[in-house]
Structures are given as C-alpha cells and as structure tokens.
C-alpha cells in the first residue's frame, strides 16, 4: 500500500492560485490512478479530480472543471493540483488517494487510509 503526504494548501484571497503536491511511496505507484478529494466541515468527502496511471485520461467534478488541472509525475512519485481562480467554496481539507482503476477513485470511504491532507482557505 501507498503512504501519502499532501502540502501546498494555504490562506488566498478569491480570484487567486495554489498548487497542491502529493508525495507518494510504494512500488506501485507508477499503475495506480491518482485522485484529489476534498472535505469541508459537516460536509462529505468528495472526488474533485482524478489521473489515469499513465496519465492519458483524467476526471474533474463539474464545480471545479475548467479552474482546476491534476497531473502526475511518476518518477518523482507526486500527483498535482493546479487550482485557479479559487473561490471562497473551495475551501475545504484537500487529501490525495490511489486506486487501481480511475473509476473506483469515487468509491473511497472516509474509513479508508488517508494521509493528512492540506488546509485550503480562500477568503472573499
């Protein structure tokens, strides 16, 4: 199994950029689809975008299509966010994950493993 560290969250103004980076450890990275989620309070985890293991295909929620662009560098084992124009709604703890198909990224349970994820608040 993969471990999983996210960085790069932060305090933004709306309107403004960040760019969240996943470090990950295993041998099978390389083959696993990667995926963004996020979780505000009260609120249910949910997949916000997700990357093929070859990088070929990718996912977005239809809130951030458009703002927000995943990608993936296996051989540093890191996965991306790209996140533009954020907007006070996209505030919410951001985690990373794997699974062995892009599809089954959606079917992750918060009782899953996770790493620690990474605060994002955007302020209006």
């Known amino acids: 199994q993969v471990q999983l560290v996210e960085s790069g969250g932060g305090l933004v103004q709306a309107g403004g950029s960040l760019r969240l980076s996943c470090a990950a450890s295993g041998r099978t990275f390389s083959k696993y689809a990667m995926g963004w989620f996020r979780q505000a309070p009260g609120k249910e985890r949910e997949l916000v975008a997700g990357i093929s293991w070859s990088g070929s295909r990718t996912y977005y929620a239809d809130s951030v299509k458009g703002r927000f662009t995943i990608s993936r560098d296996n051989a540093k084992n890191t996965v991306y966010l790209q996140m533009n124009s954020l907007k006070p709604e996209d505030t919410a703890v951001y985690y990373c994950?794997?699974?062995?198909?892009?599809?089954?990224?959606?079917?992750?349970?918060?009782?899953?493993?996770w790493g620690q994820g990474t605060q994002v608040t955007v302020s209006s």
């Open positions: 994950n794997a699974d062995s198909l892009l599809d089954r990224l959606s079917r992750k349970k918060e009782s899953d493993y």
